[in-house]
């Protein structure tokens, strides 16, 4: 989703950040701001993690800016960053797991509770967010993406930079992952 924007446009505030205006760089984070937190909420296991991630991401939009070549809209290219972050995240998560209790109860976008949602669907969010907290990062991603984030296995391709036929493959393997956890794991039951 991009912010309406008036006034000059994604490429002029690009070419300006490249001739050193910071202004123009904080322009385009201030229009893309939601974008990246929202693919970045549904990665984070912590708030704190999510502005850690958000940070990131423009930090790593500023150092590559020059490698941004127009061919996508510039929300394309800065959400691939995004997700390409996230999924470090999630692999450095997964490492430091070990340490970790599953019973932290993180706190993230996906796993606010609904005031309209019963006491079932809140067990189901739970017994869902345990069962991908145990899948590999590659397996989250790939459900995040395809599942909760409902992106077509072209989009997803286009952001990870795998070929639609590994997207397609992945997502089964992953699928099949997650319910042999649930279907093994019965104490996932909240």
């Given amino acids: 989703m991009t912010v309406p924007t008036e006034g000059p446009s994604d490429e002029h505030l690009i070419q300006n950040a490249l001739a050193g205006s910071d202004g123009a760089f904080a322009e385009l984070a201030l229009r893309h701001k939601h974008r990246v937190f929202g693919i970045a909420a549904r990665f984070a296991r912590h708030a704190h993690e999510l502005d850690d991630i958000a940070q990131a991401v423009f930090i790593r939009a500023w150092q590559s800016l020059s490698t941004f070549r127009g061919d996508a809209p510039f929300e394309h290219w800065l959400s691939r960053i995004a997700v390409r972050m996230c999924y470090d995240v999630l692999r450095k998560t997964r490492r430091d797991r070990e340490s970790l209790s599953l019973d932290e109860n993180p706190i ?46 072209k989009e997803i391709a286009d952001l990870t930079g795998w070929s639609e036929a590994n997207v397609k493959v992945r997502a089964f393997r992953a699928r099949d992952a997650l319910r042999k956890i649930l279907t093994i794991n019965k ?3 909240p």
């Fill in 187 to 189: 104490d996932l039951t």
């Fill in 108 to 153: 993230t976008y996906e796993t606010l509770p609904d005031p309209k949602d019963d006491e079932e669907s809140r067990n189901a969010r739970e017994i869902l967010q345990r069962g991908m907290a145990e899948l590999s990062p590659d397996e989250r991603l790939i459900l995040t993406l395809l599942e909760l984030e409902e992106k077509t296995v």
